[in-house]
């Protein structure tokens, strides 16, 4: 294996891009493993052979095309935490198209509350917080398509 | 018509459903893994929406959000592409339950050629050549010499349990018949502890020759002539040419004939290709599998009969009438595929991540190129090492071959070690040359250059 | 044969030169300035020579170095390329002198065509249509009257010293005329001081409309069809294609053998066009000029024949004879070509200099792209702006106007400003898609929008 | 005009690409010319605008294609004297083929002592040696084609 082809730079930074928390290589018989979040996902197929091992762990944050130009990490503000989509769907604020909406920004949310319905294929799937915290940031509009991984919500927790 | 086209696919071929769709101004989306962010067919799809990390159950395999990507933007129409979910009965019935153009065949058409067993069983019942063979485990030697006779020498005896050549006897003629049965039971019981063998006719020089079929969803079914896919290694595809430079135009109606016969006794409705194994000795053909998608190398088609597959693949979908006849497909010149795969052939053909720091395609006449990367691309580990397709295009294939040679010289790939310096081999290669090249081709230029370096 | 060239150009038309010589299978000398040191063409020739500095007349119109590389790299013909020293009968006597093949027609041939009213007379004694008109300067309003009557109206009356539309008057019909000739001459006196008139054929919906003619050392010639070039701004051509949407066949026709019976009169042994001025209105024709060399938007030609003009250019000027006789040559479909320049049409088209930060070709079925240039290559500030030919075939004219629009979409150049958006904007014009278009469409459509502005 | 398509920084490295020793741009009416080694080239079509006005001189060098490989500048080295080939064409060490060369390395040259000969079109063109000195490198093969601005000799001028 050629170094400039996949080093280990590289591979720390695939890690850190796409939230896997393990990975491991190996060279003779070309095994693959994965970890992304607790879930397991093997690729009996692909081959990076060269290295002989590495595992290492990284929590990476997954942005979305349609909120580049969001701030993000601004010095200024405190640690929000990102809550997103966890599939693709269409996103819905209120329970009923003529409810109130589940929450708005300011709002103070316990864990599992409900934030918002991702709809798919008929399901209304409704989102809940995984966090307690204030809702500083709703991050995309009622109705609109929302894609896996992009960011919904950002919530400050209390310090 | 469709309006809005989801294509679910990556790679070159989201790039080609793309441009397709684009010139029968379809609006496109494009559905992506988080590896793929900054893929070609990204940049050049209207729309596109990120439906799940790199593994690929989880994204390009994941048929909710796949799916839920089609209603939420308001899509009519999924083309799968190959690969993925191209072949997926399920998967096309999940489409038409939500009124969503599957361009593909019907799924029962899906589902009979995807069983092998089947598939070859519907063949043989259409009239339709296969491999003759016994029906199972040959009974006696009598049984065996009857057969035999029948089919014609040479045949092949192989063991029901077996593989990797135990218990396999290749027979040139009757006063062999006896000892090699023995001989393949004896070593079939040894190796397997199942005496149980089986015979068919053996095939020699064999070529992979597959003929393009296009139906209608109104029973009219035509043929676009053959592609000669034999240069192969562990059955990838790595170069592909049409003509064929062995048929003879007699062997190449008949075979269209046929392959229109098969796609018809499934009413088949879509682009779809019926492979054949070809006996370069006795000129003749038997079905092998029908693949129910657009494949790789249907540019080599469009090359030589102007067709553009993609667009009436689309257009037959949506429910339109197959433009041309049978009569008025005409072919012209020779057009040769080369398949630029992320791989290092002097290491057995790894395949290769990395940045693309130079890409340069070449250009010019009767040169196409179909590409899903562009320069400065950085390969994801995740999928296939299909980098682009080099098409080419010449009045004779001796114009398509120096053509070819030329085109690969000017792809200038950096970055990543790929398959262009194999490619300029075979064609330089007098066997390549001669056209009558087999399914073995590369196995023994391999083992030549093996030979050599001791 | 040839076995190796010297390419006298840089930019597309070396490589173009190039892959022609490549797929003969002949070796190829590169020469090039210090400017263009990692140009494109350098890379691809087998083997390259520099010839002096930047500017032109120090390098490739030096006469001596280029012949000086020839000699000392053993090089046996020399290709010019388009301008240059591509219409220079000087140097292509100096090619036969030194025993080099000129890849061009004979001395004399660029000798009696470079000439515009050698052309002309020569034009008319073949019995070649010319814009009809008075010899030299009119006598009379009667002299007027009656070459009018002759000729037809509308015919335009201009002052012989005159220019800039001063002195110039176009008439309907007979009733205007004798107003119409004083108020010229007239003008013409107090502008000019010179009251000379002459008049000629009034052109209406003027289209410039080219045959491509090839021919051999044995006396025979053969044309391939035309190009419409109407799409000019300044005299310099942006978009061209084959076949011209306005011509019927019997036009079409004719003008072929026109052409043909033009390149006989000069004994043409080699690629050249004949260009034509077409009347919308009358569907007449009349020669213009006769350009001695391959152009620019041969591909086109290419593209709807199949033929390889460069491979031919090359082949005849060796002595070989046309492989193909007049009935043999057939078109298929329609192609469409797009002159991409480093040029930004919102500033006046002026031509930009840079370094290309990113450079993505369009690709897939029936694109074609001729480019000079590579992803990070550099823009010498030296040299003409066309940075690659995008060229599209469509089996029907809408199909390649799709296509062409699809493909334009794809073209991604950073780094300079080019005329690609205003290429999106023709193809999008409906009268682009009507096809009717004149050779003032670009000066009207400009004008449009800065009153649009206003 | 963009400052990023030309801007003075560019336009000081063509100066010093090209051996140019003047420069001048002007915006209205579009005017260019550049100036090399004395010689005057003038682009009447070529249009630059958008910079006022830039005059500036620099010595640059030419590095041929074929002598990439060559040493240049070396820190361990005196300041060099390059004499670079005028002409396209072939390169003699002798008057003759069986006559001795006009140097050899090491040895001493005056202004105006013959150097080597390069043919063109049949014309003997004989190079002169520019500068008083000690020929320190034969940069070219007897016999072989050189280009224009390649390095045929190097010669250590007297400090």
Known sequence: ?159 | MIRKLLVANRGEIAVRVIRAARELGIQTVGVFSEADRDALFVRYADQSVCIGPPPLSDSYLFYQNILAAAQSTGADAIHPGYGFLAENASFAEACRALDLTFIGPAPQAIRKMGDKATAKRLMKEAGVPTVPGSEGVLGSLAEARTLAAEIGYPVVIKATAGGGGRGMRIVGDGGELENAFHAAVNEAQQAFGDSGVYLEKFIQDPKHIEIQVLGDKHGQVVHLFERDCSIQRRYQKLLEEAPSPVLTEATRAAMGEIAVTAARSVRYDSAGTIEFIYDGRSRQFFFIEMNTRIQVEHPVTEMITGVDLLQWQIRVAAGERLPLRQEEIVRRGHAIECRINAEDPQKGFLPQTGTLSQYIVPGGPGVRVDSGVYPGYAIPPFYDSLLAKLVVWGETRKDAVLRLQRALDEFIIEGVATTIPFHQRIVRHPEFHRGAYTTDFIRRITAEEVANAC
């Not at chain 1, 966090?131 to 894609?147: D, F, K, L, M, W």
Request: aromatic share 6%.
């Open chain 1, 1 to 159: 294996m050629k170094g400039k082809n996949m080093d280990v730079q590289k591979l720390l930074e695939w890690l850190k891009k796409y939230d896997l928390t393990e990975l491991t290589i190996k060279d003779g018989g070309y095994q693959v493993t994965l970890k992304r979040e607790g879930q397991p996902a093997a690729f009996p197929h692909q081959s990076l052979p060269g290295i002989d091992e590495a595992v290492a762990a990284a929590d990476g944050t997954c942005e979305p095309v349609a909120s580049a130009a969001e701030p993000e990490d601004a010095p200024d503000k405190p640690e929000l935490h990102e809550v997103k989509a966890p599939l693709v769907g269409t996103f819905y604020r209120a329970p009923a198209p003529d409810a109130a909406p589940f929450i708005e920004e300011g709002d103070r949310v316990e864990v599992n509350d409900k934030l918002c319905i991702v709809e798919a294929m008929k399901i209304m799937n409704e989102i809940e917080s995984p966090v307690r915290g204030i809702v500083r940031e709703i991050c995309a509009r009622n109705g609109a398509t929302v894609e896996f991984g992009q960011v919904l919500f950002r919530i400050e927790e209390p310090s």
